[in-house]
């Protein structure tokens, strides 16, 4: 009933900056809250950031407080996720999610319904 599509991954140097896109298509594919999460390689998902239907609230994970900053355009059904002063450890695939309207705690991965398959994103030194 809805999908999500990522895009704009891809290599960048430490320092550097990146916006990341998630198109939303589908049933009502603009009354969702989103995030956004990364997982690593041998490691467990991690909540990243997340924006509330209206777009005017907004929750980031700790170790990307001040560096990302999530947005959304629900005209374009597309959420966007720009991360700057990027560093090695931000290497992940990054995935999109929709969590619902009735959805609560945005920062745990079982509040959201629908999920993207993800884009890479590589951090070089």
């Known amino acids: 009933q809805v999908q999500l599509a990522e895009s704009g991954g891809g290599l960048v140097q430490a320092g550097g900056s990146l916006r990341l896109s998630c198109v939303v298509s589908?049933?009502?594919?603009?009354?969702?809250?989103m995030g956004w999460f990364r997982q690593a390689p041998q490691k467990e998902r991690e909540f990243v950031a997340a924006?509330?239907?209206?777009?005017?609230?907004?929750y980031y994970g700790d170790s990307v407080k001040g560096r990302f900053t999530i947005s959304r355009d629900n005209a374009k059904n597309t959420v966007y996720l720009q991360m700057n002063s990027l560093k090695p450890e931000d290497t992940a695939v990054y995935y999109c999610?929709?969590?619902?309207?009735?959805?609560?705690?945005?920062?745990?991965?079982?509040?959201?319904?629908?999920w993207g398959q993800g884009t890479q994103v590589t951090v070089s030194s």
């Open positions: 999610a929709a969590a619902g309207v009735g959805a609560r705690t945005l920062e745990k991965a079982y509040a959201y319904a629908y």
């Open positions: 589908g049933r009502t594919a603009s009354s969702y809250a």
């Open positions: 924006i509330s239907w209206s777009g005017v609230i907004t």
